[in-house]
């Protein structure tokens, strides 16, 4: 089993940043529990959406449209830790934010039905 825990979400007006952190515990030396991570969002009366996904060995990152450019994903493996960078925030991000992890092959993954370990999510609130 993996343990997922966000945190770093808040209240932050249009056009500034945030810094989201997942650490992971557990099971995180397989990669067949650990193949990759990613982030995703869910906004009042919305989808889950995939917003970043970012494998545990190697330095490649697939971001949504919707992001590219403004959040930057990455990690350090020695704190079993993954961030999430969000500059030039819009009221548009505002949601609740989980990491996910899935074991095995196979890139990118944006589906997260297809994600095993799930945090509690961290909310997001970006003011106009």
């Known amino acids: 089993q993996v343990q997922l825990v966000e945190s770093g979400g808040g209240l932050v007006q249009a056009g500034g940043s945030l810094r989201l952190s997942c650490v992971a515990s557990?099971?995180?030396?397989?990669?067949?529990?650990?193949?990759?991570m990613g982030w995703f969002r869910q906004a009042p009366g919305k989808e889950r959406e995939f917003v970043a996904t970012?494998?545990?060995?190697?330095?490649?990152?697939y971001y949504a449209e919707s992001v590219k450019g403004r959040f930057t994903i990455s990690r350090n493996n020695a704190k079993k830790t993954v961030y999430l960078q969000m500059n030039s925030l819009k009221p548009e991000d505002t949601a609740v934010y989980y990491c996910?992890?899935?074991?095995?092959?196979?890139?990118?993954?944006?589906?997260?039905?297809?994600?095993?370990?799930w945090g509690q999510g961290t909310q997001v609130t970006v003011s106009s």
């Open positions: 996910a992890a899935r074991g095995g092959s196979g890139w990118p993954v944006i589906n997260g039905n297809q994600y095993n370990y």
């Open positions: 557990g099971r995180t030396g397989s990669t067949y529990t650990m193949g990759s």
């Open positions: 970012i494998p545990w060995s190697d330095s490649i990152t």
